[in-house]
């Protein structure tokens, strides 16, 4: 275990397999100040980063596939474009992070807070996001598919998302703005309004779609 100035923060349980990505990981660990970690367009498999604080973090095209990062905060971290498949982030926090056009598919996101998080052309079918908060997050050309939505919060969330029959929304509380596109037994159809409402809470949750905001 590397560990940093603060106590358990600047932490990192695994070095990744990669020589490159190890070091950076390494110098970030023992560095004295407080320095955000730059790992982008590095390979950080293998890594194992529980409970590690990354805020403000620039991981941008990084590789992050299977790496474990629960309970890490990644408050306003930069993500664009990483690869999180299969990643683990349950109670992360993602609070004001960058996730455009990064891939979470199968990645675990349960508890995690993603608070006023930016999702764009984010690709997060089979994701499991039971009980994560997404208060304010803005979730734009998101796939959803398969994904596992259970318990999870929302308030004036953007949510305009692809679902589909396997989508589990069970207990998804709050209000949300769309439109979204449902894909059902080999069709598909947008729904926004009463309409995605219905679809919703038919399926277990507890939302209300609001009225789109009118431009000031």
């Known amino acids: 275990m590397l560990s940093g100035t603060r106590d358990g923060a600047r932490t990192a349980k695994a070095l990744p397999s990669d020589d ?17 970690i730059d790992v982008a367009g590095l390979n950080l498999t293998d890594a194992d980063l529980t409970g590690a604080y990354l805020a403000q973090g620039l991981f941008t095209e990084a590789v992050l596939r299977q790496v474990v990062l629960r309970g890490a905060d990644l408050y306003r971290a930069d993500l664009e474009g990483a690869d999180l498949t299969g990643a683990d982030l349950t109670e992360a926090s993602l609070v004001k992070a960058t996730l455009d056009e990064a891939v979470l598919q199968g990645a675990t996101l349960d508890g995690a807070n993603l608070g006023s998080a930016s999702l ?3 690709d997060a079918s089979g994701a499991s996001l039971r009980g994560a908060a997404l208060d304010g997050a803005s979730l734009l050309r998101v796939r959803l598919d398969g994904a596992d939505l259970t318990g999870a919060s929302v308030s004036e969330t ?3 998302v692809s679902l589909d029959d396997r989508t589990q929304v069970s207990d998804m509380s709050g209000t949300l703005f769309g439109p979204a596109t449902v894909s059902e037994d080999g069709t598909s159809r947008e729904l926004a309004g009463p309409g995605l ?3 919703l809470n038919g399926r277990g949750a507890r939302v209300r779609v609001l009225a789109p905001r009118r431009p000031d």
Do not use: I, L, N
């Open 120 to 122: 764009w052309g984010v």
């Open 197 to 199: 409402e219905q679809w």
């Open 20 to 36: 490159e990505a190890a070091a950076e990981v390494r110098r970030w660990a023992e560095a004295s100040d407080d320095t955000p």
């Open 158 to 160: 953007s949510f305009k």
